[in-house]
């Protein structure tokens, strides 16, 4: 099991690297840090502490910041690799020095200042950033409370963070991508946004998820939404690849006045609740035509409820150091006043489980519930999707018979419930993990590169 060391620095321009005494390797020929790799003396620790420290020259040559204070330690084919090197790839950057990344600049800030306690070297580059001629990058690092440029190596592994949909569609970032996998052999975490229906269909015939699957197909005809409103008394109408509940609209069948109804969150924010006689011209008023194309169609579900309102649960699960996937977040959202989404913009409320549910027993059963279905659709997306699945954001219901119902599942989950105070400690260990997913991938393309990336 390999661990995290204090670094030290000596004054002297020989190129050497001393080595914490409980680090038994043999044969060094190299040092490496990140793209960038030199000749050096390496030894044993002569004081024979358990620290590593390394010389100002050697440090200037392999483009070590300054400020790093603490480091793991690799070997692997006679050299020594330091790091990881985390490169944390998005774009939006501005001119602004107190704000790089523009409004996210505040959720990046927090999650490169786990450097230190983490063993782990984040940063965060865009495409204008890469020295592709000598094998650098500038990095924005958060240090000490402000924001520094530091020029590194290219990084071990790269963490996706791209914004959205349109940002990730461009072909720079594939040419980019591409380029850094190829030539470098850098693998890339939570690359690309989930579309809905795909993430559907490619979980259908999986065993473990199956039982968590609602019927959703893409849409067909107005036959098939009048088929599953009759079956399951609503249905929901959604943008494939849409995000924060927009785009959402749920169809039901008034049987008393046998009239068709419509609720929605209109265009200025407003929820709306239109009726009509005819399922048709309702559909047709509400989604044009063109629109319906991007949609999908997906079996209502009866939710429990919170003082009336519509309830539904987001549920974080992460990858850990050791490759392994944890549950890290789990959270309650009460749907907001006439809404048919409990998206926080729309009025919905975060709560705790423990706020939820006042009986301890039913709490604990429905933590149970949410976290092995987390746990079993995580394993069953990380088999069936390509590319190194790193964090998802699920969103769950839970039927009036305790069944859980997969909504939605997210690569690049938001963060709004962790507004809610008593979500504090999830925030932190949800950023940990996000890092700690790096230090896992850069052991395995050491251990099985041609593995990892065919």
């Not at 690799?81 to 001119?95: A, D, H, M, N, R």
């Not at 925030?427 to 393309?445: A, C, D, H, M, P």
Request: charged share 25%.
């Amino acid at each position: 099991m390999i661990k995290s060391y204090k670094l030290e620095r000596f004054e002297t321009n020989e190129k050497i690297i001393y080595l914490p005494v409980s680090f038994n390797q043999e044969n060094i020929q190299a040092i490496s840090l990140g793209s960038l790799q030199a000749q050096a003396v390496c030894r044993k620790h002569p004081n024979g502490r358990n620290v590593v420290s390394i010389s100002s020259s050697l440090a200037e040559e392999l483009a070590l910041p300054p400020f790093i204070t603490d480091i793991y330690l690799f070997c692997h084919d006679n050299t020594i690799i330091l790091g990881p090197l985390i490169g944390i790839f998005t774009s939006g950057f501005t001119s602004f020095l107190m704000k790089p990344i523009g409004e996210r600049s505040a959720f990046f800030s927090k999650l490169l200042s786990l450097q230190s306690s983490l063993g782990v070297i984040p940063f965060v580059f865009g495409e204008n950033h890469i020295d592709w001629e000598n094998g650098l990058v500038r990095g924005h690092f958060f240090i000490r409370n402000h924001w520094e440029t530091h020029v590194v190596p290219l990084p071990n592994v790269i963490y996706d963070r791209l914004p959205n949909r349109r940002s990730e569609k461009k072909q720079g970032y594939q040419d980019i991508k591409a380029r850094l996998q190829k030539e470098y052999g850098i693998p890339w975490y939570n690359p690309g946004f989930f579309n809905k229906l795909d993430v559907f269909e490619r979980l259908e015939n999986d065993e473990g998820a199956i039982r968590y699957l609602p019927e959703t197909h893409a849409f067909q005809s107005f036959s098939q939404i009048e088929r599953m409103m009759s079956k399951y008394g609503h249905v929901f109408i959604k943008p494939k690849n849409g995000s924060l509940g927009l785009g959402v609209h749920q169809f039901t069948f008034d049987r008393d006045t046998e009239d068709y109804l419509c609720r929605f969150q209109d265009k200025g924010g407003k929820n709306r609740l239109i009726k009509s006689s005819s399922f048709e011209k309702l559909l047709q008023r509400v989604i044009p035509a063109k629109v319906l194309n991007r949609m999908l169609i997906q079996q209502g579900i009866h939710l429990i409820k919170s003082e009336g309102r519509a309830v539904d649960f987001r549920v974080h699960t992460n990858k850990d150091e050791n490759g392994e996937w944890q549950v890290s977040a789990i959270a309650a959202k009460v749907a907001g006043e006439g809404s048919v989404t409990t998206h926080l913009h729309n009025g919905g409320k975060v709560k705790s489980l423990q706020e939820l549910f006042t009986d301890p027993e039913q709490c604990e059963r429905t933590n149970e519930k949410l976290r092995k279905a987390a746990i079993s659709l995580s394993s069953a997306l990380e088999r069936n999707m390509e590319g190194f699945i790193g964090e998802i954001g699920f969103d769950f219901g839970i039927d009036t018979l305790g069944r859980v119902w997969l909504f939605e599942a997210n690569s690049k989950p938001g963060r709004s419930i962790f507004s809610h105070p008593d979500l504090k400690s999830f925030e932190l260990l949800t950023r940990k993990l996000s890092l700690s997913f790096g230090l896992y991938l850069t052991q395995q393309v050491m251990q099985r590169p041609q593995e990892t990336f065919t």
